[in-house]
């Protein structure tokens, strides 16, 4: 015969993946109806706390900190972005030798540096150094009660915190995109016509034929879309933080893995929505 004790251990057992399944659709639409209020507070950030604002996009894009020091996050972008773009032109030459297409380097670096590389590692280094300090931020005021004394006080705390610097994330990003897909574009050339030896002018024929405005603004678009992700995720998580130091910590490592994942899904869905399921190259008329 089954003890009430046995019975009830037993319950709690199959009860606990229900539990844990429902909380987990109640943090994500939490974390939804908050990236909402952050994006429908934008007009009242503007309007209101404009200066805090013009804070956030100083101290994005440069920090406190001289840039050699990790003050800023520019120099972080050009760095990963010049070191990812010289793999991709070392990659693009030994695949190209294989089938004696050497030429096509340059349309494969205007396309893969522009469409792809360029906006996603501008954003996952926004993330990184930029995003983990918003949860940071947040999740300090959280568990010292600022947060809830702002709500005190009739300030709104979702616009007052998170719409400032989703709107500073959205601007920096901006020329923190432009600084990284130069460095992007400059490496690839590097590598493949100073250390491997192609030819100049063929590079550049390529390049330029293959690389279009119409690229430039969709892969811009990515960018500043990322960017607001990254900002949402972080802020969300941050807001949200419990658990004194400790809770603060996990929230910005949950922050940051979630934004990646949200930067991989979204890349792809744009991806398909600006070029298409079957893309063509500009100048070309390949598909």
Known sequence: MISYTGFERA???TRRPLTATVDGFAAIGRHVVFGCKAVAGIPTALRRYYKHVMFHI???????????????????????SAVAAMMVGVETQRGLELIGMTSLSGMLSAIANTRELAPVVASIALAAKVGTGFTAQLGAMRISDEIDALDAMAVRSIPFLASTRLIASAVCVIPIYMVG????????????VNFQGNSAGTYDYYFHLALSPSDLWYSLTKAVVFAMIVAVVHCSYGFHASGGPEGVGRAAGRALRTSILAIGVTDVVLTFALWGLVPTIPGVGLS
């Open 58 to 80: 100083g101290d994005v894009s440069f920090g406190y900190a001289s840039l050699l020091a990790g003050g800023g996050t520019i120099g972080i972008v050009f760095a990963m």
């Open 11 to 13: 319950r709690s057992i």
């Open 181 to 192: 897909l130069l460095a992007s574009y400059v490496a690839t050339r590097l590598i493949v």
